[in-house]
């Protein structure tokens, strides 16, 4: 059994798509995100995935509008070259830099500060270490680009929180853009750190009703703090939702449902850990403007404001009128980009 990093050796010898294949597949593929109403994106998939985009967006055949990461190997690439967070046209963008700083919850590899309450002998990995984590921060902001950092455990959440301490006291510290990608399990003394070092909680809800019985297994009570959308907001940290595609469906309109309800077929009565349910006014925020923000591009959409981009979405019933369990049931009628019906029923 490969875990993390152990099976990048294996990796290297799977077959990997041309670039023709790429392409074929985001024009097949962006039209599927379209019709579940998603007019924007952030792609973390790498280089093969930002050429592919590159080639529809020199045909004038890209329907979306892309914030493309860049993987840690390509950094010093990156920057070479000169390519910065933002940099590009209004539907392709340079993103951010995508680390890693620990596992997944379901292989035990998320890094916990607490053994796992069914592996007692297990702390999960932590795939950096704090100088190294600090170094390429430090690295990415005097080359301009931001840093989203995958992190499930509670221990991976405060390494990325301790590094960011450091590279905010630095010059121009503060203007970096620094995300944590997942954020599934946070200790009760992190949660402030967020808002106070400007750091993003880039989080999936529909994460929190796929794992939900896992985590009940894995981390025990420990799960009041378990995917603590409430929590953040209401310590004023900047949330963000996405869905983690293709972990998840890409339909933020299940999202929604799961931020609501904290639930999975009307299960668990009530909600998982109810207490940490959002409004819909809150979760669609945080889908729409939120999201937006977290790649520094709230001031051009994000949100249906005068100045703003058109992009947009009809749906089929008002969000805030039905009963929250009736929220999956909601369908995308009609989406709008750039100001054209790109999408109808």
């Known amino acids: 059994m490969l875990l993390e990093a152990a099976a990048d050796a294996v990796r290297v010898l799977a077959d990997r798509p041309t670039l023709q294949a790429s392409v074929r597949a985001v024009r097949e593929g962006q039209h599927d995100l379209l019709r579940a109403g998603v007019t924007a994106l952030h792609n973390l ?23 493309a990461g860049i993987a840690r190997g390509d950094l010093d690439a990156a920057a070479q070259v000169g390519l910065r967070t933002g940099y590009g046209s209004r539907r392709l963008r340079v993103g951010l830099l995508k680390l890693f700083a620990d596992g997944a919850l379901g292989s035990g590899t998320a890094a916990m500060l607490e053994p796992y309450a069914d592996e007692p002998a297990e702390h999960g990995l932590l795939t950096l270490t704090l100088d190294e984590l600090i170094g390429l921060l430090r690295q990415a ?180 009128a039905i009963p929250r369990e009736e929220l999956a049931h909601l369908e995308v009628v009609t989406t709008i980009f750039d100001g054209e019906i790109v999408y109808s029923v």
Request: proline share 6%; with cysteine; charged share 25%.
């Open 45 to 67: 998939e790498g280089a093969l995935a930002f050429g592919a985009l590159q080639v529809l967006e020199a045909e004038g055949a890209l329907g979306l509008r892309v914030s």
């Open 141 to 320: 902001r005097d080359a301009g680009i931001g840093v989203a950092t995958h992190a499930i455990g509670d221990a991976a959440v405060r390494l990325v929180l301790d590094a960011a301490e450091v590279a905010r006291v630095d010059a121009d510290g503060r203007d970096q853009i620094l995300r944590i990608e997942h954020a599934q399990l946070i200790h009760p003394e992190d949660l402030p750190r967020f808002v106070r070092l400007g750091v993003v909680a880039s989080v999936q809800p529909l994460h929190a009703t796929s794992d939900m019985q896992v985590a009940d297994r894995r981390w025990g009570d420990r799960c009041q703090t378990a995917y603590p959308w409430r929590a953040l907001l209401d310590a004023r940290a900047h949330l963000a939702f996405g869905t983690d595609c293709p972990v998840e469906p890409p339909q933020p309109l299940l999202g929604l449902h799961a931020a609501v309800t904290r639930q999975r077929d009307g299960e668990p009565p009530g909600g998982w850990y109810p207490a940490q349910r959002l409004t819909v006014e809150e979760a669609i925020r945080t889908y729409t403007l939120g999201s937006a923000e977290a790649a520094g591009l709230g001031h051009e959409h994000g949100s249906v404001s005068p100045g703003k981009l058109a992009d947009l979405v009809v749906l089929s019933d008002d969000p805030h």
